[in-house]
Structure formats: structure tokens, C-alpha cells
């Protein structure tokens, strides 16, 4: 392909190459920040979920055995005249 572009719209031409690629980077490295800022929210919320997960588990088993530690025991209630 020939071109019969002057000098002055070639430099036209690549300022405005150069004017793109510099907004297309911009935008690629706000993407990279917000794709490693949501990595790291979804680690730790993956962890949260083990953690409620293994606790929901040990409160199963403590019901299930009967003796769950935060269980109201029938000495404990208040009598309904206080």
C-alpha cells in the first residue's frame, strides 16, 4: 500500500497513535489495580467463609453431643418474677 500522506499528517497521524496507546495503557493499568485489589478481597473473604464454616461445623457437632457451649441450661433461666 502506497501512501500519499504528507509529512505533516503522517506526524498527525502517529501523535494521535501515540495519544491512544498512552489512554489504552491508562486503562490497563487501573484494570490491573482492580483486578489484583479484587484478589486480594476475594482471598480474604475465601478465608472468612473457612472460618465460618469450620465454627458452623463445631456448633453442629457441639449440638449434636449435646453439651454446646453457649446452650441455656434449664438453672440459668431466670425466673419469670425477676
Known amino acids: 500500500m502506497t ?12 501523535e494521535s497513535l501515540e495519544s491512544r496507546l ?3 495503557e491508562h486503562w490497563l493499568d487501573t484494570l490491573d489495580q482492580a483486578v489484583a485489589q479484587q ?5 480474604t473473604l475465601e478465608q ?7 465454627r458452623l461445623r463445631e ?11 453457649d446452650a441455656a441450661r434449664p438453672e440459668d433461666d431466670i425466673p419469670p418474677h425477676y
Open 22 to 24: 498512552a489512554y489504552q
Open 3 to 14: 501512501s500519499s500522506l504528507s509529512p505533516a499528517e503522517l506526524v498527525q497521524q502517529f
Open 59 to 69: 456448633q453442629h457437632q457441639a449440638l449434636q453431643s449435646g453439651n454446646a457451649p
Open 48 to 54: 472468612l467463609s473457612a472460618l465460618m464454616r469450620e
Open 39 to 43: 484478589e486480594r478481597r476475594l482471598t
